[in-house]
């Protein structure tokens, strides 16, 4: 009785902080939909909607300044036979295969530097960094005048060396790979990235390596690649993401040219919406776009699976 | 610049209200360009009793913006339009045709473009390839650029007067045993590898770049070919005209080309008059080289007015003033010229347009009579999708005139073919 008394007795003192906290609780779940809402509402507007109407546009013959008519997937049947929807995914697909393993490649060799450096890490990744800041248009110009065949950086560089010249962006069967270098110098972020995995990585796991008497290259191939092989993979990922999209370097420095060796896909995506005014089969090329990404994603994700090793993870 | 303007505004006032609204007008071009038009666009606008809006936006971008707004159907009232841009937009019945309409009447031919037999647009300005000067170097070589048509050089003739004034750090010429091509100190000419340039070439040997019902390029016949061949050699053969990648470099327009002392005669439009008006060097303009007949190529971009516009008839008489020299610095200035015939036929006429320290001393003769009687008009109007097949153009021919090739003929057929699929039939516009 008396601990029911007691019970009793503590029942409405015990239910006000248990009130108090339910208010709470709704208070924040309320607050945390009003913030998130901006996001939720921004990608409902600016994202979703914008994909929805291009998914339908892109089923119409649509040219700017006519009443779009419904074709079904004619749009789609004309890319097929397209040869300039060929060679710009050709062309893409070749600066990813230069532009991203590059990039990889010469982020994480650059973190692996940076991580044995103590009192100038601060300095050279400043440094390594700031490429990224340069805004795309003003990188572009920039990389102008270094790939000028004449009196370019470049070729001031290989004629001092007794080698043969380069037309690079002039030239129809350097400029994918002179572009990819040139987005492989704004390789800062992901060094970024690669650092700050790399000092994730648990000494122990060296001591054990060195104890089994690992050489650098093999403490290098069998500790830290799989130890940061999740950041490898984000890497790949958004790098393949983006190389897919690259767009300012054909629109400020080549216009696709010359003969369409940089006719990238977004590009002549860009081409046929707002030069063509052709809204329809540009919808289209974009939906192709992105299903291809979505594959090349899902193709990375899957293969992930025997390459990439999380902590704690069970095999 | 912009004193003409008031004499313009009292002649609009007296033409009565259009009451209240907003009138827009979209163009491009900085500087002077910019400024004449926001004036002449406002003064006109307020004249009538409207608010004026002149939206300036960026070549590069602009036929990007216009195609927004006009998916958005928020067309401005009126504006400038690329020549293909134009012709799309009559065609589709958003742009209003000005054949018949007053003050358009004695508009020379070559400036008015039919999308149809009974609609046209006119173009903005007229402009015209020209051969532009450093006249302190040509008269120390002892070149004389042709001021006439009758004296226009051959092919070969201009291979000899570009190579006494090209130069390398030892002063040889590249005829001689010893030029060094890796030092040339200034080249005799630049500017002959962009199509407007190319299109005078090829009619001066009889070929149209494109044949009339649009359908193919010519540049695979073997005479074009060879048309493109002799512009590489004068690059890689006779290395009297830099690439089209080192004259960027030496300077972004005719004007610096010219100042930079790098080249001594550019092929550039007659717009360039405008910077090189500007500048401190002695300049001077002669005609083009010809194969047979001396020919320049006339271009210039449209004025449209658009189909949703309110304001019609303001429109209208906004296109005819700005088609008067009297009422517009940008004709006097040297940027652009007029559409009229009675300012190339015309003394008078001319003296409103034709200025001292501006125009120099050949502009009448190797300018002014060329536009009358050899011009061939630039196909942007006539063939259908140009904006693409000019860049397809542009780029393909890029290759050629970057490096030094041996395979020219197969190169230019197999772009030839490029193009052919990208064409897709003619307006019927007047070509020559």
New interface residues.
Partial sequence: MSASATDQAAGPKAARPHKRRNRMKVSQQRWGMFFAAAAVIGFFVFTLLPMVASAVIGLTNW????TPRFIGLDNFRAIAVD?LFWKSFRVTTTYAVFAVPGGLLVAFVTASLLNRVNRTRGFFRTVYYLPVLVPPVASAVIWL?IF????GLLNAVLSALHLPTL?WV???STAVPSIALMTIWGFGNMTLIFLAALQGVSRDLYEAAECDGANPLRRMWHVTVPSISPVILFNLVTGMIAAFQIFDAAYVM???????ATLFYVYYL??K?????Q?GYASALAWILFVVIVLITIVILRTSRGWVFYEGERR | MLSGCSNFTNKASSGGSSGGGTFTFTSWGTGAEKEAVTAVVNSFCSSKSLKGVSQNIPYDSY??KL??L??ASNAPDAGYLTEAMAM??GE?G?VASILGEKGFENFLPQTIHHWANDKAVSQTAVEVECLWFDQDATEKAGVTPPATTDGAWNWDAMIQAADKLTVDDNGRHPSESGFDAAKTKRYGIAGLTGLPTLVALLKSKGIDMFDDAGTKTNLDDPAAIAVIQDVADLIFEHRVS??P??A??YGGSTALLLASQRVAMAIDGQWALLDLSQSKLKYNVGVLPRYDKPLTTLLGGANGIFISTPYKDVALELLVQLADPSQVPLYSNGLWMPMDRKYYTDETAMSKWLKEGVHPSNYKTAVVAPTLSNSVVMPAYKIK?F??VS??L???L??VF??KRSDVTQYVTK?AD?VK?QMQGAYPDIVS
Avoid: V
Wanted: aromatic share 6%; proline share 8%.
């Fill in positions: 040219t700017i300044g006519t040869p005048w000028n065949p004449d009196s037309l002039y030239g129809e080549t216009q696709g040219g010359p003969n369409n860009y081409r919406a707002f030069t063509e005014a809204l | 036929e990007t195609n927004t006009l998916a799309r937009l589709q958003k830099p690439t990648a080192q960027t470099t999708n904006s693409i860049t397809t542009t780029n393909g890029t290759p970057s490096e772009l490029q699929q």
